[in-house]
């Protein structure tokens, strides 16, 4: 029916190439426009004016030699005061672009190892967005964005990768595990120590008591009982605690604990130790 009544209708964000006679004549603009038929008039083809999106797949190899497929895409869109350009100039724009990225990335890659490919992929795709913009721009198509969304290795050596990562996670775990252990052992040494220090206060401070106690009690005894010696004290004490310590033991069914010698005759034996071992640290 337009062409009937020598009109033809351009939709928005688009335009029309008229041509007459097949020779370009001008860029329409969207809305609606007369088309006279009869003289030569007519429309070579549309061109969309909206941002597309064109995602690359290419596969290359890094400087270590492990193989990666990288995924780019790119974002571009035609240039409406370069229609012509856009319409004429490319017959396939898609592959066109797409062999620009393979050019890029496969000049790229090779001079990065994988790790380093990872981490430059803004690089990456800066060098492929500068690439396309100047190449281009000759054809009438603007470069909006180009991104690099991701690099893909080999399936074994993902695998790798990860388990790499998990050994050296596992290391790290055993190093702090041990160093904790580490520190347990240091405080409990040094508590063990410090008990032993208090443990060995309180002994010396019982036995320097009982050293006192006995020098208070045989002074006290030998003023109140004259004749007496200090020997004798001793000796009569020595025996009182033996027959205490000897009660003790036969009071309790399950004791384990015998005297070796038992016999009454060992108490002088065992009075000149004990008498002995006091007398040495009362000295000291």
């Given at each position: 029916?337009?062409?009937?009544?020598?009109?033809?209708?351009?939709?928005?964000?688009?335009?029309a190439?008229?041509?007459?006679?097949?020779?370009?004549?001008?860029?329409?603009?969207?809305?609606?426009?007369?088309?006279?038929?009869?003289?030569?008039?007519?429309?070579?083809?549309?061109?969309?004016?909206?941002?597309?999106?064109?995602?690359?797949?290419?596969?290359?190899?890094?400087?270590?030699?492990?193989?990666?497929?990288?995924?780019?895409?790119?974002?571009?869109?035609?240039?409406?005061?370069?229609?012509?350009?856009?319409?004429?100039?490319?017959?396939?724009?898609?592959?066109?672009?797409?062999?620009?990225?393979?050019?890029?990335?496969?000049?790229?890659?090779?001079?990065?190892?994988?790790?380093?490919?990872?981490e430059?992929?803004?690089?990456?795709?800066?060098?492929?967005?500068?690439e396309?913009?100047?190449?281009?721009?000759?054809?009438?198509?603007?470069?909006?964005?180009?991104?690099?969304?991701?690099?893909?290795?080999?399936?074994?050596?993902?695998?790798?990768?990860?388990?790499?990562?998990?050994?050296?996670?596992?290391?790290?775990?055993?190093?702090?595990?041990?160093?904790?252990?580490?520190?347990?052992?240091?405080?409990?040494?040094?508590?063990?120590?410090?008990?032993?220090?208090?443990?060995?206060?309180?002994?010396?401070?019982?036995?320097?008591?009982?050293?006192?106690?006995?020098?208070?009690?045989?002074?006290?005894?030998?003023?109140n009982?004259?004749?007496?010696?200090?020997?004798?004290?001793?000796?009569?004490?020595?025996?009182?605690?033996?027959?205490?310590?000897?009660?003790?033991i036969?009071?309790?069914?399950?004791?384990?604990?015998?005297?070796?010698?038992?016999?009454?005759?060992?108490?002088?034996?065992?009075?000149?130790?004990?008498?002995?071992?006091?007398?040495?640290?009362?000295?000291?």
């Amino acid at each position: 029916m337009g062409n009937l009544l020598c009109c033809v209708q351009v939709d928005q964000s688009k335009v029309a190439i008229k041509e007459r006679f097949g020779k370009f004549d001008e860029v329409l603009e969207p809305g609606c426009h007369c088309m006279p038929w009869f003289l030569g008039s007519q429309v070579a083809g549309y061109l969309s004016l909206r941002l597309q999106q064109l995602d690359v797949r290419c596969e290359t190899k890094t400087k270590d030699n492990v193989f990666v497929n990288v995924v780019a895409s790119i974002q571009y869109r035609a240039l409406a005061d370069k229609a012509s350009d856009a319409f004429y100039k490319l017959s396939n724009t898609r592959s066109q672009i797409q062999a620009y990225v393979f050019d890029v990335i496969r000049a790229s890659v090779p001079k990065l190892n994988l790790d380093d490919a990872f981490e430059q992929k803004n690089d990456i795709a800066k060098a492929v967005e500068d690439e396309l913009e100047k190449a281009m721009s000759a054809y009438g198509y603007e470069i909006v964005q180009t991104l690099i969304v991701d690099i893909e290795p080999d399936e074994h050596v993902k695998r790798a990768m990860n388990e790499i990562n998990a050994a050296a996670r596992l290391r790290l775990a055993a190093n702090e595990k041990a160093e904790a252990e580490k520190i347990l052992q240091i405080k409990r040494a040094e508590g063990e120590a410090e008990a032993k220090y208090l443990s060995g206060l309180g002994i010396a401070r019982q036995r320097q008591a009982i050293v006192d106690g006995l020098r208070d009690s045989v002074l006290g005894f030998s003023v109140n009982v004259p004749g007496t010696t200090a020997k004798d004290v001793m000796d009569m004490v020595l025996v009182t605690q033996y027959f205490d310590t000897m009660k003790e033991i036969g009071a309790t069914s399950k004791s384990s604990a015998v005297f070796i010698p038992h016999g009454p005759g060992a108490v002088r034996d065992v009075a000149t130790q004990i008498r002995d071992g006091l007398l040495q640290a009362s000295q000291a």
